[in-house]
């Protein structure tokens, strides 16, 4: 199983990226999705996830409004287009796997059985 990150960098605030999620060694097509980012020194927190057939998507409430997660099954990838972005949004950001249905379990890192190494996003004041 492999989940690898791309698309993270230095960007100023208010600008954007766009981070994506290739998947392989498993069936991506049937398993939710998940965005996870820890900044330096904290825990590692739900941004956003997605259900395995994009019907149901949920945010953090500190991104909600300005991130947008979506998936498509036949690229294997996952994507979380970042805009408005603030300098409070620096951190590593990982995407992950679950076999979970459950909405709180895919709020949870703990519901995830496969990640990602992360890749770093820095947003300048």
């Known amino acids: 199983v492999q989940l690898v990150e791309s698309g993270g960098g230095v960007v100023q605030a208010g600008g954007s990226l766009r981070l994506s999620c290739a998947a392989s060694g498993f069936d991506f097509s049937t398993y939710g999705m998940g965005w996870f980012r820890q900044a330096p020194g904290k825990e590692r927190d739900f941004v956003a996830a997605?259900?395995?057939?994009?019907?149901?998507?949920f945010y953090a409430d500190s991104v909600k409004g300005r991130f947008t997660i979506s998936r498509v099954n036949a690229k294997n990838t996952v994507y979380l287009q970042m805009d408005s972005l603030k300098p409070e949004d620096t951190a590593v950001y990982f995407c992950a796997a679950t076999s979970a249905l459950s909405t709180r379990t895919q709020r949870s890192a703990a519901g995830y059985e496969y990640w990602g190494q992360g890749t770093l996003v820095t947003v300048s004041s």
């Open positions: 997605i259900s395995f057939s994009s019907g149901s998507k």
